[in-house]
């Protein structure tokens, strides 16, 4: 079974990457005096909570790949926006009869369009939202974590990632996103160096993918 395919889980997919194409074919200005870089977490996501910043459509289908193949008890996601690759994880998770998603999202705009959306997409009783800063809510989570996707606040990647690290289960997966944007550099110098201990590898998805497995 592959419930990504199914009406109700697909119709909100649908629905999502449409209206992120919409967004990314109509850019917004930045709204805030502050400039992105020197803006607060907070002030990031509540200028953005109208924004959709999905992952792409590809690297959901792999996201979903990845789990049923993992199996992973427990997964954790840096960065819910409107859920859409939460609903990937959540899918996975449903399909193979096991785990556990939780993720995490500092706007209450984007907590409740969230939980609306996996509510309709049938997969919601697989996700725990936890509402807040990630290095604070992520405390609560216990390992040994299996999978993490990172797709959060990019210069946040990192800290979230050495926040877990004691909770990775061997051989975890790591999947982050947009590494692409120069503010990942730190993250890649990161998992990129052997000392560190991760195995990893660029994988071409849009915006970019790195892919590290913990050794």
């Not at 789990?67 to 960065?79: A, H, L």
């Not at 996975?92 to 993720?103: L, P």
């Not at 990632?161 to 590494?179: G, H």
């Amino acid at each position: 079974m592959n419930t990504l395919t199914t009406t109700g889980t697909a119709a909100v997919l649908d629905r999502l990457f449409a209206a992120a194409d919409l967004e990314e074919a109509n850019p917004a200005p930045w709204p805030l005096d502050t400039p992105f870089a020197d803006a607060s977490a907070q002030q990031r996501a509540d200028a953005l909570a109208g924004e959709y910043m999905p992952i792409s459509r590809s690297g959901g289908q792999l996201l979903y790949a990845l789990v049923r193949n993992g199996r992973p008890e427990t997964i954790v996601e840096f960065g819910t926006s409107y859920a859409t690759s939460t609903i990937h994880l959540a899918a996975a998770v449903a399909d193979n009869g096991v785990g556990h998603v939780w993720t995490t999202e500092l706007s209450q705009t984007k907590v409740d369009a969230a939980r609306s959306n996996l509510e309709q997409a049938g997969v919601a009783q697989h996700v725990t939202i936890l509402a807040g800063d990630a290095l604070v809510t992520l405390a609560e989570v216990r390992g040994p974590i299996g999978l993490l996707l990172l797709d959060g606040w990019k210069d946040l990647c990192l800290p979230v990632l050495r926040l877990l690290e004691d909770r990775l289960s061997p051989a975890a997966l790591i999947v982050a996103d947009d590494t692409t944007f120069a503010s990942m550099a730190d993250y890649l110098a990161y998992v990129r160096d052997p000392a560190h201990g991760y195995v990893t590898i660029a994988f071409p998805v849009e915006d970019g993918m790195e892919i590290s497995c913990r050794t």
